[in-house]
């Protein structure tokens, strides 16, 4: 369902989260399985997109592709697919992981670093001694992104940002 560039980069986030997934005493297996799935509605249209997962916000009316976590948690599960963990993982990748989903925010982290990206790759490396630190890093390293070039940022990921920020860590 993806094109071949797209997944390129899909097979190099699955081998990142499973090498984050091992290093931090995580199911490696269940880390490369929500990988290879992240993107599975990433290229579908923006029409099939607000069809499938219909805007919670204006800026998922603006913005469709970012609905793309969503509608594949959609379709898996339209499909029989039912591991909780992998079904955040998948929806939770382009808004950011609930502080209680360690599979998801490995897959938020290798997504956002894989080596393909050629960014954030002090992300990634902190990302197998300090999963939480790389967490925090990535998605404050997002917010200021967006919010410094006057970017709306989904609320979704402001919940993620602020619940980081408001806890003892």
């Known amino acids: 369902m993806v094109k071949p560039r797209r997944f390129e980069h899909v097979l190099r986030v699955a081998e990142l989260a ?8 995580l199911d490696a297996d269940l880390a490369y399985e929500a990988g290879l799935l992240h993107d599975i509605a990433r ?29 594949g948690r959609v379709l ?5 697919y039912n591991n909780e963990d992998v079904l955040y993982a998948v929806e939770e990748h382009t808004t950011g992981p609930s502080p209680d989903r ?34 925090d890093l990535a998605i404050g390293s997002k917010v200021r992104y967006l919010q410094g ?3 709306e940022v989904h609320p979704r990921t ?4 602020n619940s980081l920020i408001s806890s003892d860590r």
């Not at 499973?18 to 005493?25: R, W």
């Not at 954030?120 to 990302?127: L, P």
């Open 18 to 25: 499973h090498q984050i997934a091992l290093s931090n005493g």
């Open 43 to 71: 290229d579908i249209s923006s029409t099939d997109l607000l069809k499938l997962a219909p805007p919670e916000c204006p800026i998922d009316e603006r913005h469709p592709l970012a609905l793309h976590g969503r509608a």
């Open 76 to 80: 898996l599960e339209y499909w029989g």
């Open 102 to 135: 360690p599979i998801s925010a490995v897959v938020y982290i290798a997504d956002v670093s894989e080596p393909g990206r050629n960014v954030n790759h002090h992300i990634r490396e902190m990302a197998f001694d300090d999963l939480q630190g790389a967490l």
């Open 149 to 151: 070039r006057g970017i």
């Open 158 to 161: 402001m919940k993620v940002f």
